[in-house]
């Protein structure tokens, strides 16, 4: 499970960047119209696929930065440490931070108000984004 070869041809590249962008379309929409979705996904999906973000935007970088990226799982972990981090700074008033999050951009970076349930719908993301990276691992 250590690094892992990746293959960096343009055609991977907007893979990867085709696969970003429908992530934050879709959980944009789960928050934007959610009527669109059942019940279920537009409650939870958007949480769900922040995660998933988190795991293409890790991945992405190390695939971009050279020729070996760090293990599917490495990234995985990564990215839900991340999201873990970032919830539980949601049950901490620090001023700059909660101004920060009172923005459109903060709120969707950070988030606002600690649930539990985000935690579980991250865990889910971030298997999901695990599934995709592995995906444009292409040989």
């Known amino acids: 499970m250590g ?3 990746a ?3 343009p055609r991977a590249g907007l893979a990867r960047a085709a696969c970003l962008a429908l992530t934050v379309a879709l959980g944009l ?3 934007k ?3 669109l979705f059942p019940g279920f996904v537009a409650e939870f999906g958007g949480d769900t696929l922040y995660a998933t973000l988190w795991v293409q935007l890790l991945g992405g970088v ?3 930065r050279g020729r070996r990226t760090p293990g599917v799982m490495n990234v995985a972990l990564a990215a839900l440490a991340l999201c ?3 919830e539980g700074s949601q049950a901490i008033d620090i001023r700059w931070l909660d101004a920060l999050r009172r923005t459109t951009f903060g709120a969707l970076v950070l988030g606002r108000g600690f649930l539990v349930s985000d935690l579980a719908c991250y865990t889910v993301g971030v298997a999901l984004g695990g ?3 592995r995906a444009l691992r292409w040989p």
């Open 3 to 5: 690094a892992e070869r």
């Open 7 to 9: 293959t960096r041809t």
């Open 29 to 31: 929409a789960t928050r």
């Open 33 to 35: 119209a959610p009527g």
């Open 62 to 64: 190390a695939w971009a």
């Open 84 to 86: 873990f981090v970032i």
């Open 131 to 133: 599934l995709l990276e």
